[in-house]
């Protein structure tokens, strides 16, 4: 199961992620999960919102280049050799990370990771099928109404 | 002589007033001549700065025997409009000027030019000239988003009603407006800089209006320079043709020079204003195809005439007979004033290059700005670029090939390595008239 990213170019300058949390905010739109990832010249922001349409609106008419993705949200045993197994399968299934980040709640033993792969459907089709909890949205965002 | 009376279409009558676009070279020169030993002789008489730069030099208006000897004339400079403000080189008494033009300078007093009727009806004729010459007839509609007041631009192309074309005087600024007025008016011309129709392109694309489906068919852009590549993005964003237009208010405003539906250069018109090219360092004169400074002479204005006005505007000039059939010479791309020209660690480099490499990368913005330091004697260039909804993406790695291939575009062109630096969208300076490109910082 897929789940919506967006993601804000960002200038690097002070107060940029401030403007950004606090427009979202003044629309009462939920951050679910923020992960920043930057350089000396300028940073991406990708959050997780429920309602990424309408956060997807607002950024744009607050003058944002805001970018769309599809990600997936895959539980992790929280124990040693956890994160190894995920990786294992995903390789072999021969699809590649982009990038990942740990979302912030948990799902009772088990961390929440958020994938953004080459090709989000075969990971997700591998992951399942070894057994492992691949999120719903309606999931996911249970915890942040 | 060319087709006088049919466009080159063969079927669409030509302008009456384009008549003297066609004249063989001879007689355009005889005309000249004539013209400028006149104009000589009212600037000697009327105007004691001059009157005194020819006495140093020895030489009166009775020297002037044929067009050569005009290179025996003292040049004006952009100063001379300053240091004799506001009426020091007016040839004519106030009681005959009916308008006042002037131009901002970027830093102190305007320069002030005045225009009696008669050189109302010289900027009618050459603005009829120049939208005749890309196809524009009675029963166009004209957007003039050029900025009114004393600025040229405006009333410059409000001209164009003297050749019964429906004129709407705009202006500048409130683009949301404009975008209406050019949804609704049944528009088939614009005019305004070329950097404020991209301004517009992109306003409209935000609301999701398709230029390609409004009548409109031309764009007049002036005011600043700009680049072939600009050209091509506009023509193909928006599916008009793209049209330079030349001037400058010191001569006359817009008008000076147009291009025709060749669009390869701007046709002089050159019973009204004698080009020269001269070595910008020395002076001299340069024959036809030499590359240098522009230097213009007003054969017809009367409040104030211009002998032999610098203009910094770099170019050449072009003799060949048009594919238009116009006789007139042609000053090609004015590539950059030579007073927008940057020194960096030696290196000449022209805001239009920067912009031409920009536009080499896929999808780039034009709006940019440049910012030159200093840091421990070496200049060092930075390109500030907005980026644009397209280039969003959720990875570092492709923000960073974008930056890449916009240094290496800008290397490749002007020699030197610059840092260039996104931007969010409408981050930097820009007014609704001429793009500020430049900050020099050292
Ligand atoms: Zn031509």
Redesign the pocket.
């Given at each position: 199961m897929k789940i919506e990213q967006i993601s804000i170019f960002l200038e690097n300058k002070p107060g940029r992620l401030n403007e950004i949390c606090r427009t979202l905010a003044d629309n009462k739109l939920n951050i679910v999960t923020l992960s920043l990832a930057d350089t000396q010249q300028f940073g991406i922001v990708r959050l997780i919102i429920k309602d990424w349409v309408r956060a997807q609106q607002v950024l744009e008419a607050n003058g944002y280049v805001v970018n769309v993705r599809q990600v997936v949200a895959a539980t992790v045993p929280d124990r040693p050799g956890g994160m190894v197994e995920v990786l294992d399968i995903i390789s072999s299934a021969g699809v590649n990370i982009e990038y990942m980040y740990a979302f912030t709640s948990r799902r009772g033993t088990a961390a929440v990771v958020i994938f953004r792969f080459d090709d989000p459907d075969k990971a997700v089709a591998a992951l399942t099928t070894a057994g492992h909890d691949v999120l719903h949205p309606v999931e996911l965002f249970k915890d942040s109404e | 002589m060319a087709n006088f009376e049919f466009w080159n279409d063969g079927n669409t009558p030509l302008h009456p007033a384009s008549a003297p676009d066609f004249v063989p070279r001879p007689q355009m020169e005889q005309m000249q001549l004539h013209r400028l030993q006149v104009m000589v002789r009212r600037a000697y008489e009327n105007v004691p700065l001059f009157r005194g730069r020819c006495e140093e030099r020895k030489v009166t208006p009775d020297d002037v025997k044929s067009l050569a000897d005009i290179a025996r004339l003292p040049f004006s400079v952009k100063s001379d409009l300053r240091d004799t403000y506001p009426y020091g080189l007016f040839a004519s008494p106030l009681d005959d000027v009916v308008r006042i033009h002037a131009s901002s300078g970027t830093t102190g007093k305007p320069i002030v030019v005045g225009y009696t009727k008669g050189d109302l009806e010289v900027w009618e004729n050459v603005i009829t000239r120049s939208l005749a010459?890309i196809g524009v007839r009675r029963g166009d509609v004209l957007h003039n988003a050029y900025g009114y007041g004393m600025f040229t631009g405006g009333l410059g192309l409000h001209n164009a009603q003297a050749m019964g074309v429906t004129v709407i005087p705009v202006g500048g600024g409130n683009t949301e407006r404009q975008i209406m007025l050019l949804r609704d008016l049944g528009i088939t011309v614009i005019s305004c800089t070329p950097s404020y129709f991209l301004h517009i392109l992109d306003e409209a694309a935000k609301v999701g209006l398709d230029f390609h489906s409004l009548p409109l068919k031309y764009g007049i852009f002036g005011a600043e320079p700009w680049t072939e590549e600009m050209r091509q993005r506009i023509e193909e964003a928006s599916g008009i043709k793209a049209y330079d237009i030349y001037g400058l208010t010191e001569i006359i405003g817009p008008g000076v020079a147009m291009?025709?539906?060749?669009q390869?250069?701007m046709?002089i018109f050159e019973d009204h204003f004698y080009p020269e090219v001269v070595d910008p360092e020395t002076g001299e004169v340069l024959p036809d195809g030499e590359t240098g400074e522009l230097i213009l002479t007003t054969l017809s204005k009367a409040a104030t005439p211009m002998i032999r006005y610098r203009t910094r505007d770099i170019t050449w000039l072009n003799r060949e007979v048009?594919?238009?059939?116009?006789t007139?010479r042609?000053i090609m791309r004015v590539s950059a004033r030579s007073d927008d020209m940057l020194i960096i660690r030696g290196v000449n480099v022209f805001p239009s290059q920067i912009e031409a490499a920009l536009m080499q990368v896929d999808a780039a913005a034009p709006h940019y700005q440049i910012i030159v330091t200093r840091e421990n004697d070496l200049d060092r260039m930075e390109i500030e670029v907005e980026i644009r909804p397209e280039h969003a993406s959720d990875e570092i790695k492709q923000m960073e090939a974008l930056r890449l291939r916009m240094s290496q575009a800008i290397e490749r062109i002007t020699n030197i390595r610059a840092k260039v630096t996104l931007v969010q969208p409408n981050s930097l300076a820009r007014s609704e008239g001429k793009a500020k490109r430049v900050k020099d910082l050292r």
């Open positions: - | 010459a291009e025709c539906t060749a390869s250069g046709h048009c594919a238009c059939g116009r007139l042609r």
